[in-house]
């Protein structure tokens, strides 16, 4: 995943089996690479999620990649 995910893709987590998460942001210049929220929930239900790379597992679905 060096080349990253664009924005909209989900994705499942290494340390949590339970949830699936969307990747709505990135970050530059701070340790983590991606801003997520829970998917379908959004922000209803939980804070935003930052993480590292290589915190994810694998994709469900990869966004959009057209633009």
Known sequence: MNNGLPLGTVIKLKNDDKYFYVIIGKVKD??????????????????????????????????????
């Open 30 to 67: 701070r340790v983590y690479s991606y801003i997520c929220v829970k998917y379908p929930y959004g922000f209803i239900e939980e804070e935003l999620i930052e993480i590292k790379e290589t915190d994810i597992k694998g994709v469900v679905f990869m966004g959009n990649i057209n633009y």
